[in-house]
Every structure is written in structure tokens, then in C-alpha cells.
């Protein structure tokens, strides 16, 4: 009997180590981030850092200044540093197969973060995970909210041709967040059943600045009365929006001069927005749990763990998707997501 204990705690030990190779506190992540001055990614940033702080190993953090070079030159010095996990937040997701082969050559597990590379590469190493959300949920809910608005404020068809004349500010050209939010926004007002006509679109980069200068140039192409709608990809665009509707007297608590703006993401200035009834409604781009589950599973697979559903604690599909779902942010629940 005291044999048999004996091995068993042998073999306890044995599972242990061969489980989790590496020390909690002995594990370096070299994280990269595509810029900092992105009010998103700076929330999934900050959420890293708590994130890692809490478990007890060492994040590195730095900003490739929405350069690639910059970016391939930052993940060559980390891989010479021989750090235990890579996190890539990619400046150009269509440029991330040599950030892949990089880390597979070196045998370092990586994991993408907020731009999607390709099938084909996701699918050419073992050690590879993609922390996002499905941008098809946030286009759909972005729409849901102007048709609800509709529904509820027939006022709102200012023309009254039963139609919603919108205007819609796209992110960086080529972001598959871009191009679902847009499409995706534009068939969920169509599946409510309204009939729409599109008065204006242009990407504005996920910038404010960009967007204030985009919706001024619509609103002097269109007149500001003509315009029923803007949908914007994210909350910087919307707020940008709201800017230039400011500047004419809109959206600025006159309930006759308001134009209905909704954004993604529900950044603390969008939630303010929305508590000033400036802006309609948003949609929760989790940058606390993609933050937090990026670093959990750089912790296990560094670690030497197998990195599943009960080590990370969130789903997996495929073996390597990790999708934090959206959710709607409307005037009747904004006030749960102030942080
Ligand atoms: C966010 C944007 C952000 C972009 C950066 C998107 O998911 O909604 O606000 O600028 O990611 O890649
Ligand atoms: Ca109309």
C-alpha cells in the first residue's frame, strides 16, 4: 500500500511537470501592439497588463506605431530574447504569415489579437490561437438599433418617404471588422424591414478626427435635415459624427435637431455621449475579456500546458478561435457598462 502511494505521488508529480513545464513567475510575453493611440486596443492593452500582473508573469508591451516594419523588426528582437509566448495585435492582419512562420521556426506559441489573419495561416501551426469577436454580431445589433429607433420614432423618417436615408463611416479599409460591421449593419435595417438608400460612405481609418472631416463633407453635400441616420464601425467615428453635428446645432439637446448615431465598441466617451443623449446606442466590443483571455492562454502554452476550455476558461472553436461575444448597448442599459 505504501508503495502503490508512493508511486502515485511519483506519478502526480511526473503529470505536473511534464502539465506546466515552466514557473508562473519564470514566463516573459512579448506582446505587440498595432498603434497606442487606438482607443480600443488600448483598452484590450491595459487589460493585458492587469491581466498579467494578477497571474505573476512579465509582459512586455510595445507600440508598432501602425508600421509593419516596425512591427516584424519588434517580434525578430523578442524571438532573439526568446520570450516563452508572443501576442500580436498585427498592424496589417493580410501581412501576418511571416509573423507565424517566425514563431513556428522558434517553436513560440502566438496568439493574434483584434485582426484576423487568414485561414491559411491560422491553420499552419498548432501552436497558434485568435482572440476576437465575431464582427458579423456587431454589424447586425449596430442595425438593430437604428430599425428600433425607427420603429419607435416614425418622426424620424424626416422626409417621410418611408425610407432611412443614412450615412455610413467605415474603419481601415481591408479590417474584416470594416467590412462585416458595414455589410452586416446594412442587411439587419433591411431583415427589419425598412427600405434604405445610402447617401454617403467612406472609411475614416477608425479615426475621429477623420470622421469629423468626412461627416462635414456630407452634411454640406446633403444638408444636415436630408440626413436620417449614421452608422459608424466604431465609437471614435461615431463621436467624430457627432462632432460635426454639433457644429450645426445637432445632436446637441435639441430633441427637433437630432440625428440618430450609433457606434461599436461602448469606449467610455461613447457611454458619456450616450448618458448626454448625443448618441443613440452602441455595441460592447469586450476589450477587458480579450485582453484577459490573451494573456491566459500566452500564460498556459507557455507554460508548456495544453491550452483547452478549462485551463483558459473561455470557449474554444477549433481548436484556435476564441470569440468574446458582443453585446447591444442601448439608452435603457448603457448604465451597467460604466466602468
Ligand atoms: C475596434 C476599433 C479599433 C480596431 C483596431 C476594432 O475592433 O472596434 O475601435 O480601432 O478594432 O483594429
Ligand atoms: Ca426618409
Redesign the pocket.
Known sequence: MKKFLLCLMVLCAVMVSVSWAKDVSDIVVGACI?KYD????TGVRNAMIAEMEKQGGKLQVVNSQNKQTIQTDQVDAYITEEVDALIV?PVDRTASEPLMSKAKEADIPIIFV??EPYADVMNAYDRIWYV??K?EE?GTQSGELIAEYFKAHPEADKNHDGKIQYIMLR??QG?Q?AVLRTDYSIKAMKDAGFEIVELGSDTAN?SKVQATDKMTAFISEHGVDNIEAVLA????MALGAIEALNAQGYNAGDPARYIPVVG??A?APALEAMKNGAMLGTVL?DADNQGIASIKIAVVAAAGGEVNEETIGYKITDGKYIWIPYRKVTTENYQQFIK
Open positions: 498595432y487606438d482607443t480600443f486596443m495585435n483584434n485582426r476576437g469577436a464582427a456587431s474603419g481601415e479590417h471588422d477608425w464601425n466604431n465609437d471614435d461599436v465598441d469606449t466590443n
